[in-house]
């Protein structure tokens, strides 16, 4: 599909979504990366505007997905825990889309969906933790992951609220979507070479996902934090 989107943008011209660009670049996800998941997206939110499914409905959706991802990586199934998680982050793509589509985006939706997406980030990494818990080292990047992405998108709606949107950084939520996404639904697929015959395998690309995001969500966290408060001095001067 990647190739025939490829093919299309070729015929037709690169496709520019206004949506990612209001989002910051990132320097892990290239743009054709990010128009190719919002293009796979469009056809399925189609779908549910003709079955009429309230983009609400798939907020709540992408919670249930979630808190299964949660279940299933806590007992160690990391591949079907990866592809719950994954339908999770479609359904947190999906209802937005579904909601301009049909032209009932509003305040209140919005407000559920990032209360449902803060439920979401903790309830998948409680579930990575709960599975480390006797593993010191995955377990202290699972719960910097976990703090750095909730730090994340807490400064960017706070600072928002006070009238500085901090839109920079290396790990938005798309981005943490796609790489634990991944580390967790290829991780058993190494784990068959590396640990096959491991009662409690440590997975080791999980582990790498774990270190990347809990690196690069800390910074980003950070660099908003200090992004807002260099607008607010500049603003109060």
């Known amino acids: 599909m990647f190739f025939v989107f490829l093919g299309i943008s070729a015929v037709r011209g690169a496709q520019r979504t206004a949506r990612i660009d209001s989002i910051a670049r990132s320097p892990y996800l290239p743009r054709v990366m990010m128009e ?3 293009w ?3 056809a399925p939110a189609n779908a549910c505007v003709r079955l009429g499914i309230r983009p609400n409905t798939i907020t709540t959706l992408s919670l249930l997905f979630t808190i299964t991802a949660a279940v299933l990586f806590g007992s160690g199934h990391f591949a079907e825990g990866g592809w719950a998680m ?3 982050f479609m359904c947190d793509a999906w209802d937005g889309i579904v909601a301009r589509k049909t032209g009932v ?3 209140a939706g919005e407000f559920y969906d990032a209360t449902i997406d803060r439920y979401n980030d903790l309830f998948a990494f409680l579930g990575l933790m709960y599975y480390y818990r006797n593993d010191p080292l995955p377990l202290l990047l699972a719960t910097l992951a976990l703090v750095g992405s909730t730090l994340t998108s807490y400064t960017r ?11 920079v950084g290396w790990m938005q939520r798309h981005e943490r979507g796609v790489y634990l996404g991944l580390g967790t639904t290829l991780a058993p697929v190494l784990a068959w070479f590396t640990e096959r015959d491991v009662a409690h395998p440590r997975y080791y690309l999980t582990i ?3 270190a990347l995001l809990a690196l690069t969500a800390n ?3 950070v660099w908003r934090t200090r ?8 603003r109060g001067a």
């Not at 709606?157 to 839109?167: F, H, I, L, S, T």
């Not at 992004?227 to 500049?234: C, D, M, Q, R, S």
């Open 157 to 167: 709606a706070k600072g928002e609220a006070v009238g500085v949107d901090p839109n």
């Open 86 to 88: 994954v339908f999770g």
């Open 36 to 38: 190719f998941g919002y």
């Open 219 to 221: 910074v980003t966290a």
């Open 208 to 210: 790498a996902a774990l």
């Open 227 to 234: 992004f807002v408060l260099a607008g607010l001095t500049k």
């Open 105 to 107: 985006s509003s305040m």
């Open 40 to 42: 796979m997206m469009d």
